[in-house]
């Protein structure tokens, strides 16, 4: 049998590439080469290629190339073989009936693979303008509003997170908005970029899209590059690119959500705020998880109570001088806001009648989460 591809690659290379792969790949589909991801051997690299035909990644990686050729394999077993092997180097031939032979030391795995003919084309961005932004700061965003985007099929424009991005003075900033028509996350970060994208109205990325843009951009220090045609989000690193189909919808007009008028001010450490609403937390079902507060000068009073569950009741400091009132929150929402914030001390603006709350950081105007009550 002659072998029609062949290469050495550097297990931890290997085992890194096709890690990026598993959450885009199809576990469930119609088209069982969906589940695969395709590999293709040429000019000292090794491509791996995934799509769903939403998202598709372009990964390429140094290996000595014996002999170029392509194959698709499927991306969970190829994960778990190349995973379990030990040893610095895998050997990987193809021969002419589409099996794939990995070799390591003295294991081998033997792994059928489908041509690569009929594998979906992921495009390639030839000409597109690319703007670098720092990688941390796409984590930063991401992490700051991905946990309030909606989880309604039904309604997809909130199926994930809206992207704008404004010059303020010299620089440009992007924000990122989240909601679930109950709570809106916001955060905007300055790129510190002069020359950036420039975009006549925001852009939806879908929450699947973004749990890979925020992979990619989990381990990257420096800069990663960001490009956006036609529907499309394009992310790129060293060697890797990310392209992320957009929502095709008109997102609400966030701006109104936010209150005009001021509510009632108080603030307070922000971990003995997590972890007295956390202790609500624990009362909390899917049917109930309602938390009501009850203020007066210097105190804030929580309880939770659930009839099929039991009660819990704490109370903590605060800085609060106004009268006494009692209002109600779903308590997991207010816990996903305050989690994400870093700094100490955080304020709550507790609205007037069945107006939202605004969570925020003191010391950090660039990130709020308005949360509605609930009714008592």
Known sequence: MGATMEFNIKRELFLG?????????????????????????????????????????????????????????????????????????????????????????????????????????????GDLPFYKVKGGILKELIRKTAFAISTDEMRKNLCGVFMETEKTGETFSIRMVATDGHRLSMMKMDTGEKDFLTMEKGVIIPRKGLVEIRRLVEDESGDVFLGIRQGMCIVKTGHTLLNVSLVDGEYPDYRRVIPAEKGVLLSMEKDKFLHALRRMGVISSERYNGVIMTLSPEKLILNSNNPDVGEANDEIDVVYAGEGKSVGYNVTYLIEALDVIDEGQVEFEIGEGMKPGIVRAIGNENYFCIVMPLKL
Not at 75 to 80: D, N, V
């Open 17 to 125: 590439g096709i890690q990026k792969t598993l959450g885009i790949v199809e576990k469930k589909t119609t088209m069982p080469i969906l589940s695969n991801l395709l590999l293709r051997a040429g000019q000292n690299r090794v491509t791996i290629i995934a799509t769903d035909r939403e998202i598709g990644l372009v990964a390429d990686y140094e290996a000595e190339i014996l002999r170029e050729g392509e194959i698709t394999l499927s991306a969970r077993k190829l994960h778990e073989m190349v995973r379990e092997i030990q040893g610095d180097t895998i050997h990987v031939v193809k021969n002419e009936r589409d099996v794939v032979i990995l070799t390591c030391n003295k294991a081998t795995y033997r792994i059928p693979g489908i041509p690569a003919d009929d594998y979906p084309l992921v495009a390639d961005q």
